[in-house]
């Protein structure tokens, strides 16, 4: 598609629940990033596809969150037992190689 | 890491008036962006500005790479402009970007 596209919109978690965002890059576009955006104004970088693979997870707390990127496929961010700390607004962007166009978001909130 | 500072951080003007927004960064970099985040939360791609000077509309960018600052110019501000301007920079193509503050811009009718 000529955008990206992000699913669900808005989405709402009791605490200790699973929570799976899904996003689907811009067609031939090769990397895929998950940002978190907590307070309105501080973004946070997740982690970053090429193509399939993780090509950087620094950002990511490994112990709850997970991503993929898999061929024919949405790309999914999943966070396992959700914490208050986790609502923000999760956006997804994508790139062909410098420029990044992101996706509307998913505002996850947890309570 | 690289440091990405904004300013002002908050800005109001009155509908028609100009602006100049600014963005330091600390590195040499391979991307610069600057984006529209929408009273909404969505983000609107503005300028890739990397080096030199682009016009759009009444949008213009301008980045001096050797000095490490890029400024974004709103000329005749409207109303549909408020909302919060950031600059994100990346080192290297399919690096994560990293964003300023944003500055904050009220328009007032």
């Known amino acids: 598609g000529e955008e990206v596209a992000q699913t669900p919109k808005h989405l709402v978690r009791g605490e200790g629940q699973k929570a799976k965002l899904y996003c689907a890059p811009i067609?031939?576009?090769?990397?895929v990033f998950w940002y978190q955006q907590v307070l309105k104004n501080e973004f946070k970088f997740l982690i970053s596809?090429?193509?399939?693979?993780?090509?950087?997870e620094t950002g990511m707390p490994k112990e709850r969150f997970s991503a993929k990127c898999l061929p024919n496929s949405p790309c999914s961010l999943e966070i396992q037992a959700t914490k208050l700390e986790d609502s923000a607004v999760y956006f997804c962007?994508?790139?062909?190689?410098?420029?990044?166009?992101f996706g509307q978001g998913t505002r996850l909130t947890v309570v | 890491g690289i440091q990405v500072e904004q300013s002002p951080p908050d800005l109001i003007l009155q509908e028609g008036a100009n602006s100049t927004l600014r963005c330091n960064f600390s590195?040499?970099?391979?991307?610069l962006q600057w984006f529209h985040q929408n009273p909404w939360g969505q983000l609107i791609n503005l300028f890739y500005?990397?080096?030199g000077t682009k016009q759009n509309g009444r949008l213009s960018a301008t980045t001096v790479a050797t000095e490490r600052y890029s400024l974004l110019y709103i000329s005749s501000s409207q109303t549909t402009d408020s909302g919060v301007y950031f600059c994100?920079?990346?080192?290297?193509?399919?690096?994560?970007?990293?964003f300023g503050g944003g500055t904050r811009l009220m328009v007032k009718p």
């Open positions: 962007a994508s790139g062909a190689s410098t420029e990044a166009f």
């Open positions: 067609k031939g576009h090769s990397y």
């Open positions: 596809f090429q193509n399939e693979n993780v090509f950087d």
């Open positions: 590195d040499s970099v391979n991307n």
């Open positions: 500005i990397p080096s």
């Open positions: 994100a920079v990346d080192r290297n193509a399919g690096n994560m970007l990293t």
